[in-house]
């Protein structure tokens, strides 16, 4: 049963692979798309502002998903596998109303703050503000059906609103209006006035989807909630979503403290174009998230430990092709898309892919702690990469700019990275790294 079970799960993941390849190429192309017209069309400082106020909307918005979409997909692909339909109607309905109540206090912090510190700021700083915590509830949503979506073993297309729907919406958005109205005057809170448009279009687009693919037992079940512990696993999920938001938004929070809107522009930019080291290891972590879970929820140690093996090896053989394109051709192509005034963030954009390289180097370590149930342990490794993070950027960026920020990005990288692979080998006997060979897990045989 066991190898029948393992076989269909190898042919989901070869298949879910090339669809998730894919999604992902096209995620990475319009992101970037949409990353350089607004960079382009707004110029450094206005995007500047735009970058910062997403990145604080972003800080705001942890409370709304509190661990959820990671919870939702667990739970899902474990309640699929076992088909407890109470249970996973019950996830639904919780996760809908924990992710209300949360999304309507985070925009309430975020008005009450304006109205303590709205008069340090512009008028177009606070209305782009605005519309950015419009934004926030959209995307929980958005996250929610895709985690569900994904859970059910749509791996591809539950992925396709908020990875290819909503950047490509963005981009299309921005370039119709460039090129139908000339003189159109773009500015920051009107580009988060677009993204809210293409948000709402992908919460459409997977709200749809995921009522199209919801198994038709659920229309009779009962529900089934285990509130204990759901709480138990979100707080702990939440905690390390927020910290990882923290960790990944923390450069570019420090960078406003000591240097300029325009630096911030420029960073953003540097931040979109490295990420195409990255990809590979995003769509390999998408596709086998459902696996892992199921392979633990049968104990599949030495599938488990093959899975992570073959995929940190790929992402890693992946990553590097981008990366020495960066370093040989990066900054001719910044100055050809962008224009001379982003030239400056080369060396930035260069050291950011080193980190993604890294990390592609210790493959499924995050992932597969999340789903076997070692959230403390992501807790524990993301905090003190934080903590990391936080004092190089304090003594790098005055010293550096935007290079000092790229560098405490890479050495808090590393420093995580080691913490959670050391922990998922002794405490899993899974070595998730390009090094790792197959053996049995301490837990099971």
Same mark, same amino acid.
């Given at each position: ?43 450094? !400082? ?78 177009? !700083? ?320």
């Amino acid at each position: 049963m066991r190898h029948l079970l393992n076989d269909r799960l190898t042919a989901l993941l070869v298949r879910g692979g090339i669809g998730s390849l894919a999604v992902n190429s096209g995620n990475i192309f319009l992101s970037m798309a949409a990353a350089f017209l607004l960079a382009r069309l707004l110029g450094p !400082e206005d995007y500047g502002v735009y970058a910062y106020v997403f990145a604080v909307v972003g800080i705001l918005a942890l409370p709304a998903q509190f661990g959820l979409p990671v919870l939702v997909l667990r739970e899902t692909a474990a309640a699929l596998a076992t088909r407890d339909w109470p249970i996973l109607k019950g996830i639904w309905l919780w996760a809908i109303a924990v992710a209300t109540a949360m999304c309507a206090l985070s925009i309430a912090a975020g008005f009450t703050a304006t109205l303590f510190a709205g008069s340090h700021f512009s008028v177009a !700083e606070i209305s782009t503000f605005y519309w950015g915590l419009a934004l926030i509830p959209l995307l929980v949503f958005v996250r929610l059906c895709t985690a569900a979506v994904r859970g059910l073993q749509y791996r591809v297309t539950g992925q396709v609103p908020d990875a290819i729907l909503r950047p490509g919406t963005l981009a299309l958005i921005l370039l119709t209006t460039a090129l139908v109205y000339p003189g159109y005057q773009f500015s920051s809170n009107g580009a988060m006035r677009f993204h809210c448009i293409a948000a709402s279009a992908a919460l459409l687009a997977s709200a749809i989807i995921f009522w199209a693919v919801k198994p038709d037992e659920i229309k009779t079940s009962t529900v089934e909630q285990k509130h204990r512990n759901w709480i138990s696993s979100a707080l702990p999920l939440g905690l390390v979503a927020g910290l990882q938001l923290i960790n990944y938004q923390i450069d570019i929070l420090m960078l406003g403290l000591f240097m300029s809107a325009d630096d911030i522009g420029i960073y953003r930019v540097m931040i979109q174009a490295a990420r195409i080291v990255y990809f590979c290891l995003h769509t390999i972590n998408v596709i086998a998230i459902p696996t892992i879970a199921q392979l633990h929820a049968i104990q599949d140690w030495v599938g488990l430990q093959r899975l992570v093996t073959l995929a940190a090896r790929i992402a890693f053989g992946c990553a590097l092709f981008p990366a020495i394109l960066l370093y040989a051709f990066g900054q001719y192509g910044i100055f050809v898309l962008l224009g001379a005034e982003y030239e400056s963030g080369t060396t930035a954009m260069i050291i950011l892919a080193v980190a993604h390289l890294l990390t592609a180097l210790t493959g499924l370590v995050m992932p597969l702690l999340s789903m076997i149930g070692l959230e403390r342990l992501i807790l524990g490794g993301v905090s003190f990469g934080i903590v990391v993070n936080v004092l190089c950027n304090a003594i790098l960026v005055p010293i550096l700019g935007i290079n000092g920020a790229a560098w405490a990005t890479l050495i808090s990288t590393v420093c995580w990275n080691i913490i959670l692979c050391w922990g998922a080998l002794q405490h899993s006997g899974i070595h998730t790294t390009i090094f790792g060979k197959v053996r049995i897990g301490k837990y099971g045989h």
